[in-house]
């Protein structure tokens, strides 16, 4: 008969304060209040996956219980400590509330909180996900401020922003930290010292950079390299299981990112794709290597002369969503990311060519009060109209009323604005170029960031002709432009419109592509837009009237027929 295997992070997981490892500030706290008897009824344990809280919690519920407690350390070798440990207790409860988070659930648990103990002294529940639980608070909350005293609770999220706060005040917090890679390698040392199992050092280091702090996930990842194979385990058996790429390969991707050698780069992707590599994965090893490229630039530890280029290359992959599951996914992400100039003018498409400096902007009359006819590719209307009240507003320092024809009396030629047909002109008699008194895109160039905002009315008046997209992009407002990706920002109050426009992603990008004068990807985050400067509504909202005015163009268009002065 043969055994079960029991997984290494079960097998080693901490039974006694002195075993757990890196929480020192906490375990002291915890041994302190059981040597003096001052443990509270409820514990709050907060922290990231697998940094020890469900352990820490066990142990405590050990100590209140432990027959032979030796300075505030459980003896686990009672019988209390042996029930405990092996899951015997009926007196220690764990309970998920990710599963056991309705009212019906709380409310069958509270006759369980008044009965007596029958084994141990004291009742110990232990609730795990603790965040979960919504509605199901106000059913504990009485219990919760003045339980029986032989019950404790202990509390583990990862989460504590998900927590109501009457319940932070009827608890003591405790806050679980990241491990560093070394206290983490020194485990894993441990453990295979224990099993008589041999890991190059590299190895060991590699397995604890990916666990990110957790320990839990550092056993799990050894496990599964030990099972892979009885001999050595080196760092490349690790790669090759976890689908990792290999260093000198995230060393030349980055590097091509850094330079601009998008050939590379590209032929680099293709490969790691061939392979079956995670590209997900190989992304956070790109962002580690250029992480620790600008440490050891910023360190002095290495020449500072090309930080700004790895700072742009880091800037790129910032823009990157690793969720998303459209076309071309995460490769087509990073892809682009290798396509957008790494040089200082990373705002201009080097790649296309400026347009020459005698083209002038397109000075064709039109009708001032009829639609141009349609195209084989119409401009949107909104933009036609902002296009030709803005070469009104611009062309003359008179008060706004003078820039359109009032109803019912006669205008003079002096008052008139000049014929649309004469922009440039114009602009030249105002002190303006061509290029502000027509805001067409540049051609040839990124428009960047403030072309974006400066267009955005009409990005949003175009956008809205789609009503169910309507309210979606009147919400948020573009804070970032970087190379072919467009960041939209939404306020935090409103992070659900940011799923909600998601589903329109493509409706999105067709129409900012169309006023950006180039395709673009577009990513929604949710953040505090209020600290932005405010979009511009129009041309010429120096005071409050003229703000006004502008608004009532643009909500009206056409269908404004009078603008005088109030008297």
Not at 193 to 220: H, N, Q, W
Request: hydrophobic share 40%; with cysteine; aromatic share 4%.
């Amino acid at each position: 008969m043969t055994t079960s295997h029991q997984a290494i992070y079960r097998r080693w997981r901490a039974q006694t304060f002195g075993q757990i490892v890196g929480q020192g500030p906490v375990v002291e706290t915890l041994r302190n209040a059981v040597r003096s008897g001052r443990v509270a009824h409820a514990l709050l344990f907060v922290g990231p996956r697998g940094t020890g809280k469900t352990s820490m919690a066990r142990i405590v519920a050990k100590a209140l219980n432990c027959l032979d407690l030796r300075d505030g350390e459980p003896c686990d070798a009672c019988v209390a400590c042996v029930a405990i440990r092996e899951g015997r207790a009926l007196d220690v409860i764990e309970l998920d509330a990710a599963s056991n988070n309705r009212v019906d659930d709380i409310r069958e648990l509270i006759p369980r909180i008044y009965t007596a103990p029958s084994d141990l002294r004291r009742k110990v529940f232990i609730v795990d996900e603790v965040q979960r639980i919504k509605e199901g608070w106000d059913l504990l909350l009485k219990t919760l401020e003045e339980p029986p005293e032989h019950v404790a609770f202990i509390f583990c999220t990862t989460d504590s922003s998900g927590i109501r706060p009457a319940v932070l005040s009827r608890v003591q917090r405790f806050d679980f930290r990241r491990l560093s890679t070394t206290e983490i390698e020194g485990k894993l040392r441990a453990i295979l010292a224990a099993d008589d199992r041999v890991a190059a050092d590299d190895a060991i280091r590699l397995i604890a950079r990916l666990a990110a702090g957790g320990m839990r996930d550092a056993e799990s990842i050894l496990d599964q390299v030990l099972s892979s194979s009885d001999g050595t385990v080196d760092a490349d058996r690790v790669r090759d299981l976890l689908g990792l790429a290999e260093e000198d390969i995230v060393e030349r991707f980055a590097a091509a990112l850094v330079s601009g050698d998008a050939r590379s780069g590209l032929a680099i992707l293709a490969d790691l794709d061939d392979r079956g590599r995670d590209l997900r994965s190989f992304l956070d090893q790109v962002v580690e290597s250029l992480r620790s490229a600008i440490g050891e630039r910023v360190a002095g530890g290495r020449p500072a002369d090309d930080l700004p280029d790895y700072a742009r290359a880091a800037a790129r992959l910032i823009a990157i969503d690793p969720a998303r599951s459209g076309p071309g996914g995460l490769r087509l992400q990073l892809e682009v990311a290798l396509l957008t100039p790494a040089g200082p003018t990373s705002g201009t498409d080097r790649t296309m060519p400026a347009a020459p400096p005698s083209v002038a902007p397109d000075t064709s009359p039109a009708p001032p009060e009829t639609e141009a006819p349609p195209s084989s590719a119409p401009a949107p209307r909104a933009a036609t109209r902002s296009t030709r009240r803005t070469s009104a507003a611009d062309t003359t320092e008179a008060p706004a009323a003078a820039t359109r024809p009032s109803r019912g009396r006669p205008v003079p030629a002096s008052e008139t604005a000049p014929p649309a047909a004469e922009p440039g002109r114009a602009a030249s008699e105002a002190g303006l170029s061509s290029a502000e008194a027509t805001p067409s895109p540049v051609a040839g160039g990124d428009p960047g960031l403030e072309t974006l905002r400066a267009r955005w009315p009409e990005v949003v008046a175009y956008l809205s002709q789609h009503p169910p997209t309507k309210p979606l992009i009147e919400a948020c407002q573009p804070i970032s432009v970087e190379g072919a990706v467009v960041t939209l920002g939404f306020p935090e109050s409103k992070a659900f419109l940011r799923d909600l426009i998601e589903r329109r992603r493509g409706h999105l990008e067709e129409g900012i592509s169309r006023f950006l004068d180039r395709e673009v990807a577009v990513r929604c985050v949710a953040t505090n837009v209020e600290i932005a400067p405010d979009l511009p509504v129009g041309v010429g909202t120096d005071d409050d009237g003229e703000r006004l005015l502008a608004e009532a163009r643009r909500i009206f268009a056409d269908d404004l027929v009078d603008v005088g002065e109030i008297r």
